[in-house]
């Protein structure tokens, strides 16, 4: 290229590129933009928005004012007990914290907060056991099939329901399971006899009991996020598979999946970058007082 062609093309660019650049610097920077919205949305802007550099401002505060904090296909209070699962079983006290309080703001119970955690711990029991034991997963697939055809079986009246049994050694866990499922998978097998019964027992009476807190579908869900920030294939394909059975769209789960994503997006960023955690906390209670005195918080969606 000529000495000539090349200046030609710069004062082409040149032409080009001036006015984009001084639109830019009369409406402000993209981080300029957000922080405007930010201030106007809450009030103020939060320490841990401030700390975020400019270029990740704009998309990471979009995500969370489009869907965090936006009427999606999941209630509010649903995705924020999300949020405190996968912030609980990740040890992350400042997410605890922020999670806790939404998923309150937005109605949830103190068994429902209770529930939600259960179900991370009892989602990273099982998914050390079915990674450690190295489980063939085309067998947990199958197995995973027998069991929704033998449940759909059981729902149409065509096997007997199960009956009450008292579990107190690995033989009464196997007749329970068996009965349940119509037979005994490898992962309950497995499982040492002296391990067995207490592990039964709490997954049965907490994640498999339709009766609790937290409706079936939501805990799938909660099961599935957590699952997927593990990450556990096993516990994926079961979850994604029961949240199914419980009703859930493709939309929910979906969401779900990715509200376990952005959880695990904050805790990284507000642990990396050692934020002061009396302030975040001051944060996010100054953030739902604003919140709350702009309309009923509490009234999930």
Known sequence: ????????????????????????????????????????????????LKALPDNALPGAWAEMKQF???????????????????????????SIYAYSRCAQAFGASEAEVKEAVTMAALTRHWSTIFNGLQLDEARFRAELGKMFDYLGKMAAGKVPAPKDIAITDARSVNEDVKQMFGFVPEFVQRVPAEALPGAWVELKSVEMNPETAIPPKYKSLIGLAVSSQIPCRYCIIADTEFAKGD???????????????????????????????????????????????????????
């Open 247 to 301: 009703g859930a769209t493709e939309r929910e789960i979906n969401e779900a999946i990715t509200m376990a994503g952005l959880t695990r997006h904050w805790i990284t960023l507000a642990d990396g970058l050692q934020l002061d955690e009396k302030q975040f906390r001051k944060d996010i209670d100054r953030l739902l007082q604003g919140a709350a005195s702009k309309g009923p918080v509490a009234k999930a969606r």
């Open 1 to 48: 290229m000529t000495q000539k062609n090349h200046s030609v093309r710069l004062t082409l660019l040149a032409a080009l590129l001036v006015p984009a650049f001084s639109a830019a610097a009369q409406a402000g920077t993209p981080a300029d933009a957000a922080r405007a919205d930010i201030n106007a949305t809450y009030g103020f802007i939060p320490g841990f």
């Open 68 to 94: 965090a904090d936006a009427n999606t296909a999941l209630p509010n209070k649903v995705k924020d007990m999300i949020g405190l699962a996968v912030s609980a079983q990740t040890g992350s006290r400042s």
